[in-house]
Nanobody, 121 residues
Framework: VQLQASGGGLVQAGGSLRLSCTAS????????MGWFRQAPGKEREFVAA????????LYPDSVKGRFTISRDNAKNGVHLQMNSLKPEDTAVYYC???????????????WGQGTLVTVSS
């Protein structure tokens, strides 16, 4: 499966952005999907994950209550709604697909190219 992320940009603190990730290929609904981010000079960090069916999501405390992951299996897409953005959310955001519903990046086999989110103070 190939993944294409979009929706990044520059936003002021307190603002919102919606990231999208579109998958090509078959069997999108057979993959759990995740979002990760990497800020300059930092390790890649888990942001959100959603099950194949879309029923359950997982978030770290740093984004819980502000970010929402969703998916549309009919359109081969997964989205990340980001509200109340903070300067520390600035990073390149990556979508990923894998067999496991996980917060661990090594359990995702397929990765998109990343989209840059910059939050100004």
């Amino acid at each position: 499966v190939q993944l294409q992320a979009s929706g990044g940009g520059l936003v002021q603190a307190g603002g919102s952005l919606r990231l999208s990730c579109t998958a090509s290929g078959r069997l999108f609904s057979s993959y759990s999907m995740g979002w990760f981010r990497q800020a300059p000079g930092k390790e890649r960090e888990f942001v959100a994950a959603i099950r194949r069916s879309g029923g359950t999501a997982l978030y770290p405390d740093s984004v819980k209550g502000r970010f929402t992951i969703s998916r549309d299996n009919a359109k081969n897409g997964v989205h990340l709604q980001m509200n109340s953005l903070k300067p520390e959310d600035t990073a390149v955001y990556y979508c990923a697909a894998g067999q496991y519903y996980s917060l661990l990046d090594h359990q995702y086999a397929y990765w998109g190219q990343g989209t840059l989110v910059t939050v100004s103070s």
